[in-house]
């Protein structure tokens, strides 16, 4: 029996509620895998530049995370005189509780450990996230600074831009799978992953989320020469640590999505766990794994594009290649009868 179920299997002992059990369980534990990403992201970006990473703060530097931690929590926070405060304040929290939402429908692992299954789980994902823009026009817009609503403004039309694309790639999956139901999609790959049929529609996915969460090198909202940090700018202490979480919440959510939608999810290649021994959870960990170390690989490799680069691309190069491949693959779905 997986370790997820004997757990679930002790609430259900105790008469604990489930999903009240998981809603506290999810923001603890992401907070604690966030922090573990920060310090690999630092190790490995150092062992990419031939340079030293964090190794003071506990043995190998273990505890930086902690220490980074305690001092944005501790630290004075700073809001701008001339700010509004109430939507300055409000910008942070709405980002952060947005990125916590999308958790509630994603299947972390086999056996239906998921707060709330849902038919059109693929359509709330991008509901929620598309509501996250708000937060940082509000973050920029409250801020009363040039640079902060200057950076607001690419942040918005960046992430606007590329979820066109996300959306049209996805839909290529979701043609083939016939189901919105995140669960019925990962099962649809039982025999093969979408990975193998799909695969220039990854390439396009990893991408655009590379751009959707403001990674190098599309990182242009955070431009030090150019915008000191963007939206962000005027935030500090336990306001940007909002921000700081929020972020990397997403880049992992975007990675499960990826895993979900192109690598099967919790299921091994070609439905043969060669590794017998190992439970199914342990494959969907690894996957995701595998995804984030590409992001950090990405961050350490590639320069910064310029902003007019970043929005040609959305538009003149991702935008028409995702339309030409949805309407290649539906002739194609067509012609075959493959509809379901």
């Given at each position: 029996m997986s370790f997820t179920l004997k757990i679930l299997y002790l609430v259900d002992f105790y008469n604990i509620n489930k999903n009240m059990f998981i809603m506290i369980l999810i923001p603890l534990f992401f907070?604690?895998?966030?922090?573990?990403l920060t310090l690999l992201e630092r190790r490995l970006l150092a062992n990419f530049q031939r340079r030293v990473g964090?190794?003071?703060?506990?043995?190998?530097?273990?505890l930086q995370p902690i220490a980074d931690?305690?001092?944005?929590?501790f630290k004075e926070m700073v809001i701008p005189g001339i700010s509004n405060i109430i939507i300055f304040i409000s910008a942070p929290l709405l980002i952060f509780l947005l990125s916590l939402l999308n958790w509630s429908i994603i299947?972390?692992?086999?056996?239906?450990?998921?707060?709330?299954?849902i038919n059109l789980g693929f359509l709330f994902i991008f509901a929620i996230s598309s509501l996250g823009v708000y937060g940082i026009i509000m973050s920029g817009w409250a801020s009363n600074s040039k640079y902060a609503f200057l950076g607001a403004m690419r942040a918005a039309a960046q992430v606007i831009?590329?979820?066109v694309s996300i959306g049209i790639i996805l839909m290529i999956v979701l043609l083939y799978v016939g189901s919105f139901n995140l669960t019925k999609i990962v099962e649809s790959q039982y025999y093969i992953w979408n990975l193998f049929i799909c695969f220039p529609a990854f390439i396009l996915f990893f991408v655009s989320a590379l751009a959707?969460?403001?990674?190098v090198p599309f990182?242009?909202?955070?431009?030090?020469?150019?915008?000191?940090?963007?939206?962000?700018?005027?935030y500090s202490a336990f306001t940007f640590a909002l921000f700081f979480l929020a972020e990397y919440s997403n880049i992992i959510l975007m990675s499960f999505l990826i895993v979900l939608f192109f690598f099967g999810g919790w299921l091994p290649l070609f439905n043969i766990n060669i590794f017998f021994f190992l439970p199914k959870e342990f494959w969907i960990i690894l996957k995701v794994l595998f995804i984030l170390y590409l992001f950090i690989l990405v961050r350490g490799t590639l320069p910064r594009y310029r902003y007019d680069q970043l929005m040609a691309i959305g538009w003149k190069v991702f935008l028409p290649l995702s339309l030409s491949y949805l309407l290649v693959y539906i002739i194609f779905l067509y012609l075959f009868n493959i509809f379901i």
């Open positions: 907070i604690f895998v966030i922090a573990i964090p190794d003071k703060v506990g043995l190998f530097g273990i931690a305690l001092k944005l929590l299947p972390f692992f086999y056996g239906g450990v998921i707060i709330a299954e831009s590329y979820e959707e969460t403001n990674r990182d242009l909202p955070e431009a030090e020469s150019e915008l000191v940090s963007g939206y962000n700018v005027e």
